[in-house]
């Protein structure tokens, strides 16, 4: 895996290409690296791996087994790891088995997009062409949300870089993507023309411009949180300050509609407080002053030095050992876990039941059925006529 980074990097252009001087203002701040990151590129290193012996560099079962051992070393390893890259790798053959004769297929590839982004660059994790189609596909091994491959930036700037460099000796007709993410069990796909491809190339020029130079206006948003200025932007301080212009409001009572208003401004506010949190605490752990705040202790939960040892004393003190532990099982996650996927479906599907989710406010955006409380005339009318029947 290649750790260069672009300054138009694919995977922030959902940043770039909204708030078109994010860019330059990173460029100045320190990346942050989480173990969460870490875990994420062990995790592709695996992928790669497995990938490129099953596709480009055939090697021998000892050859393989000491790549992995080696990564396996790592720390962060855990045995999860086999089985989702597992089934990363089940993906790309399900692709590749496709075609009516052996497509062509690169692991890793560097792809140039910077006839639409200056300088542009970002690497690929499989493309996979045959006939006329081309397939970008990317794993991701986070659990947080379920990322769309609907008209994704990232992907697109891909398929843009893998189209510049494969254009010459295929004729590519269609573009395929898809995002597989399998700690959440989700595989996104999305299907484009070329031409709409190369259209929505053009139209980000500009912007791409923009952003190379550092110009245009700052804009707060959902792309926020992923930025390294997000505890000290102005814009985003501005923005989640400005919820005061509705304090003049009349009558007494809010509206529906200003309360839809309120609520599209405030709906990031809870986060940036807590980035501004967590950037005040470093700053008085290094020693710099936050008027008006300071670092201490926070609660401390007392622990054993040694539990082992502390049983053992109560134990020859007279209490039962049973009484000092607890018998529970471990939750349905767990055990899916433990099992896998595919086991847990064969073995236990009969005895899972899932029943409606807890109702949540929602963006309009959001992709999920709206819900209410409120019966529907329609079921009601129709019920009172079929009681009305058997009566």
Same mark, same amino acid.
Request: net charge negative; proline share 6%; glycine share 6%.
């Given at each position: 895996?290649?750790?260069?980074? @672009? ?91 496709? %075609? ?5 297929? @690169? ?24 006939? &006329? ?82 110009? !245009?206006?700052?804009?707060? !948003? ?38 839809? @208003? ?5 709906? &990031? ?34 622990? %054993? ?64 059925? @709206? ?16 009681? &009305?029947?058997?009566?």
């Amino acid at each position: 895996m290649s750790e260069q980074h @672009a300054l138009l990097s694919a995977s922030s252009s959902h940043k770039w290409l909204i708030c078109t001087p994010s860019a330059r203002l990173e460029e100045k701040l320190p990346e942050t690296k989480s173990e969460y990151a870490e875990e994420g590129r062990l995790a592709h290193a695996i992928a790669e791996l497995k990938a490129k012996k099953h596709f480009t560099e055939p090697m021998g079962p000892k050859t393989f087994a000491r790549k992995l051992k080696a990564l396996q070393e790592n720390p962060l390893y855990q045995e999860e790891m086999l089985r989702h890259t597992d089934t990363y790798l089940d993906y790309l053959s399900g692709i590749a088995h496709g %075609f009516s004769a052996p497509p062509y297929i @690169a692991i890793e590839k560097r792809l140039d997009y910077s006839t639409y982004a200056p300088e542009g660059f970002g690497t690929g994790d499989c493309i996979i062409i045959g006939g &006329n189609v081309m397939h970008i596909i990317d794993f991701k091994y986070g659990k947080g949300v379920p990322v769309s491959a609907e008209r994704n930036p990232q992907m697109m700037l891909y398929a843009l870089g893998a189209y510049a460099a494969y254009s010459i000796l295929y004729q590519i007709e269609t573009v395929k993507m898809a995002i597989i993410q399998p700690r959440l069990d989700v595989i996104s796909e999305y299907e484009m023309p070329l031409a709409d491809l190369l259209a929505w190339g053009e139209s980000i020029k500009p912007i791409a411009q923009k952003a190379f130079k550092g110009e !245009g206006e700052f804009v707060s !948003g959902e792309h926020c949180k992923f930025c390294r200025a997000k505890a000290l932007c102005r814009a985003r301080a501005e923005f989640n300050t400005s919820l005061e212009e509705y304090h003049g409001m009349k009558p007494p009572l809010i509206t529906n509609e200003e309360v839809g @208003a309120i609520l599209v401004r405030a709906q &990031n506010l809870a986060t940036w407080v807590k980035d501004l949190e967590e950037y005040a605490l470093a700053e008085c752990l290094k020693g710099n002053e936050i008027p008006g705040w300071k670092a201490v202790e926070g609660r401390s939960v007392r622990q %054993f030095t040694d539990q082992d040892e502390a049983f053992k004393v109560l134990v020859n003190a007279g209490y039962d050992e049973a009484i000092l532990y607890e018998r529970k099982p471990i939750t349905l996650a767990s055990v899916e876990k433990l099992l896998g996927k595919a086991k847990f479906k064969e073995l236990l599907t009969e005895y899972v039941n899932t029943p409606p989710g807890k109702p949540t406010l929602a963006p309009e955006s959001d992709k999920r059925q @709206a819900i209410t409380l409120q019966a529907d005339p329609n079921e009601v009318f129709k019920n009172e006529i079929g009681g &009305n029947e058997n009566e």
